[in-house]
């Protein structure tokens, strides 16, 4: 089993930033990738970023690149979503999650933490 959690959502400006965290424990040398996720209200669950859980390859929302990095502590086993230029339709519960398969198919990700809710005001 691996354990997520994540910190760090609230209450931001458009134009401002946010870092969420992700703590990782339990067995993650069984894990390929981390990821961020979002789902806004009425909306599907969608890939925000990944990155490889041992290397440095990341991955990137065609339409959220520029604007997010995702990053790790590799001591710490944390991972972080930085979000810059954060906009009103960025709004929703963004969660991380681990994957035993590939980095952008969500099927693929086989452990999630509990959310973190991001709020963007206009």
């Known amino acids: 089993q691996v354990q997520l959690v994540e910190s760090g959502g609230g209450l931001v400006q458009a134009g401002g930033s946010l870092r969420l965290s992700c703590a990782a424990s339990g067995r993650t040398f069984t894990v390929y990738y981390v990821g961020w996720f979002r789902q806004a209200p009425g909306k599907e669950r969608e890939f925000v970023a990944a990155?490889?859980?041992?290397?440095?390859?990341?991955y990137y929302a065609d339409s959220l690149k520029g604007r997010f990095t995702i990053s790790r502590d590799h001591a710490e086993n944390t991972f972080y979503l930085q979000m810059n230029s954060l906009k009103p339709e960025d709004t929703a519960i963004y969660y991380c999650?681990?994957?035993?398969?590939?980095?952008?198919?969500?099927?693929?990700?086989?452990?999630w933490g509990q959310g973190t809710q991001v709020t963007v005001s206009s």
């Open positions: 999650a681990a994957s035993t398969g590939l980095p952008m198919a969500i099927s693929d990700y086989e452990y």
């Open positions: 990155i490889r859980s041992r290397g440095t390859a990341t």
